[in-house]
């Protein structure tokens, strides 16, 4: 299949605007046809591992501020982080270039059914509970998208009895033009209001996750969030839903387990290894999704042995009485509300980092009831600082390196105390991204 697509374009050109790890497959297979390759980047990338195999390619690179200028090439492929909607690459569309991305390829292309997750919060745990619980119950399921593996270059081995779970971020979705079979919606709460106009967009562009979806379509939601809720009324299949607050849903939870519509309990909170109110929600949105594949005994037995995504509320050690954990994922205030929600004492949190221009109100008023001590760190410290002197809350202090806000909340712990890492921003004013936060955090705590 691949092949037979990749031909298509042989003797033409095809570019890739945005160079990852991730493109180099795709590079290969054009190059393999014979097709001329460029990258296109604002970044000087010949410091890079893959520039040496793309020169011995022949790619040709056009980078720096004009990286976008004179675009000639008959299809060119955006990386999620590139706006579609940029100056330049208008000017392709009205010269014919022909504009898409790797995951609307994979969209085209693939075989077997798709099942597609977005959200503010929980679309990774939520992607790869969806992921174990179709694989356990004997399914070959490819893994993609924000997580897993490159969709596009795996085509060829997938098969049309086979099932694509894929973890679609907004900047993704932008760039789409088709709909999964089954789209699930975590929630939608501000974020990465650095990169989108503003909230509407950011709306917008999780709803297209269903836009193209037909009357045979699933769309699952979370009930008890206000956007979703408004969701339904646009919905073009079926819908279900799923709520933590009413059983008036198609699946909904409580502190005693999960429980299909007809109040039939399906798992006990007691055999749910993961802590948390929010991994409920992740729990029965993903058997909402695959409950007409998965029996009801396949997810109790998820649910015994799945023990958390990294970097989601990842325990790393306990020192002295004191617990550490690792949430470096919370890259919002909504996800730093759901992590400390976990915990049953007031934990110490470690917080701050690059600003993504979202509100950090929210922060106030849970700091303040559930927050023993703040250690705030980053190009956010000061803002997080404001609001929570707002409400009162002044048992937290600002430092200026990452260690020193792991010693001082070190310092600060008693016997009994837990310690995480929840940073309610983003992490490239200190990281490359929220994993080698996560992983710097882990190694300074297991050296202690």
């Given at each position: 299949?691949l092949?037979?697509?990749a031909?298509?374009?042989?003797?033409?050109?095809?570019?890739?605007?945005?160079m990852?790890?991730?493109?180099?497959?795709?590079?290969?297979?054009?190059?393999?046809?014979?097709?001329?390759?460029?990258?296109?980047?604002?970044?000087?990338l010949?410091?890079?591992?893959?520039?040496?195999?793309?020169?011995?390619?022949?790619?040709?690179?056009?980078?720096?501020?004009?990286?976008?200028?004179?675009?000639?090439?008959?299809?060119?492929?955006?990386?999620p982080?590139v706006?579609?909607?940029?100056?330049?690459?208008?000017?392709?569309?009205?010269?014919?270039?022909?504009?898409?991305?790797?995951?609307?390829?994979?969209?085209?292309?693939c075989?077997?059914?798709?099942?597609?997750?977005?959200?503010?919060d929980?679309?990774?745990?939520?992607t790869?509970?969806i992921?174990?619980?179709?694989?356990?119950?004997?399914?070959?399921?490819?893994?993609?998208?924000?997580?897993?593996?490159?969709?596009?270059?795996?085509?060829?081995?997938?098969?049309?009895?086979?099932?694509?779970?894929?973890?679609?971020?907004?900047?993704?979705?932008?760039?789409?033009?088709?709909?999964?079979?089954?789209?699930?919606?975590?929630?939608?709460?501000?974020?990465?209001?650095?990169?989108?106009?503003?909230?509407?967009?950011?709306?917008?562009?999780?709803?297209?996750?269903?836009e193209f979806?037909n009357?045979?379509?699933?769309?699952?939601l979370?009930?008890?969030?206000?956007?979703?809720?408004?969701?339904?009324?646009?919905?073009?299949?079926?819908?279900?839903?799923?709520?933590?607050?009413?059983?008036?849903?198609d699946?909904?939870?409580?502190?005693?387990?999960?429980?299909?519509?007809?109040?039939?309990?399906?798992?006990?909170?007691?055999?749910?290894?993961?802590?948390?109110?929010?991994?409920?929600?992740?729990?029965?949105?993903?058997?909402?999704?695959?409950?007409?594949?998965?029996a009801?005994?396949?997810?109790?037995?998820?649910?015994?042995?799945?023990?958390?995504?990294?970097?989601?509320?990842?325990?790393?050690?306990?020192?002295?009485?004191?617990?550490?954990?690792?949430?470096?994922?919370?890259?919002?205030?909504?996800?730093?509300?759901?992590?400390v929600?976990?915990?049953?004492?007031k934990?110490i949190?470690?917080?701050?980092?690059?600003?993504?221009?979202?509100?950090?109100?929210?922060?106030?008023?849970?700091?303040?009831?559930?927050?023993?001590?703040?250690?705030?760190?980053g190009?956010?410290?000061?803002?997080?600082?404001?609001?929570?002197?707002?409400?009162?809350?002044?048992?937290?202090?600002?430092?200026?390196?990452?260690?020193?806000?792991v010693?001082?909340?070190?310092?600060?712990?008693?016997?009994g105390?837990?310690?995480?890492?929840?940073p309610?921003?983003?992490?490239?004013?200190?990281?490359?991204?929220?994993?080698?936060?996560?992983?710097?955090?882990?190694?300074?705590?297991?050296?202690?």
């Amino acid at each position: 299949m691949l092949k037979e697509y990749a031909s298509g374009y042989k003797n033409q050109t095809v570019g890739f605007v945005g160079m990852g790890v991730s493109n180099l497959p795709v590079i290969r297979l054009f190059a393999s046809v014979g097709a001329k390759c460029t990258v296109r980047d604002k970044k000087d990338l010949s410091g890079s591992d893959f520039y040496p195999e793309l020169i011995d390619l022949g790619v040709e690179f056009i980078i720096g501020e004009g990286y976008l200028d004179d675009i000639t090439e008959t299809l060119l492929f955006l990386s999620p982080a590139v706006r579609p909607d940029l100056e330049g690459l208008n000017k392709a569309r009205e010269k014919g270039t022909r504009i898409t991305s790797e995951m609307e390829e994979f969209f085209n292309l693939c075989p077997c059914k798709i099942i597609a997750i977005t959200g503010s919060d929980g679309k990774t745990t939520t992607t790869t509970l969806i992921s174990k619980l179709l694989t356990e119950a004997g399914y070959k399921t490819w893994l993609g998208g924000n997580i897993g593996v490159n969709l596009f270059a795996t085509l060829d081995e997938i098969k049309a009895n086979d099932f694509a779970v894929v973890e679609l971020s907004s900047f993704q979705l932008m760039k789409l033009a088709k709909s999964p079979d089954v789209a699930v919606i975590t929630n939608v709460a501000p974020n990465h209001l650095d990169w989108h106009k503003d909230m509407q967009e950011y709306v917008d562009a999780k709803k297209r996750i269903f836009e193209f979806q037909n009357e045979n379509s699933l769309l699952v939601l979370n009930a008890d969030d206000e956007y979703c809720k408004s969701f339904i009324q646009d919905a073009k299949g079926n819908v279900r839903t799923v709520s933590g607050k009413s059983s008036d849903t198609d699946f909904y939870f409580d502190e005693n387990g999960i429980y299909d519509k007809n109040g039939n309990m399906l798992v006990k909170d007691e055999e749910i290894r993961i802590i948390g109110k929010h991994n409920r929600y992740n729990y029965t949105e993903a058997y909402c999704a695959v409950s007409q594949y998965v029996a009801k005994e396949t997810l109790k037995k998820v649910a015994l042995e799945f023990g958390g995504v990294e970097h989601r509320i990842e325990f790393v050690r306990e020192l002295n009485g004191v617990k550490y954990y690792n949430s470096s994922i919370d890259s919002s205030p909504s996800r730093t509300e759901a992590c400390v929600n976990s915990f049953k004492d007031k934990p110490i949190v470690i917080s701050g980092g690059y600003d993504k221009n979202i509100p950090y109100e929210p922060l106030g008023d849970l700091f303040k009831n559930k927050v023993k001590y703040a250690v705030l760190c980053g190009a956010t410290a000061n803002k997080i600082a404001v609001v929570l002197d707002s409400v009162g809350f002044n048992d937290y202090c600002i430092v200026d390196e990452f260690e020193t806000a792991v010693m001082t909340a070190k310092e600060k712990a008693n016997d009994g105390d837990s310690i995480v890492l929840t940073p309610a921003s983003a992490s490239f004013d200190m990281f490359k991204n929220f994993a080698e936060r996560g992983n710097v955090f882990k190694k300074i705590v297991n050296s202690l």
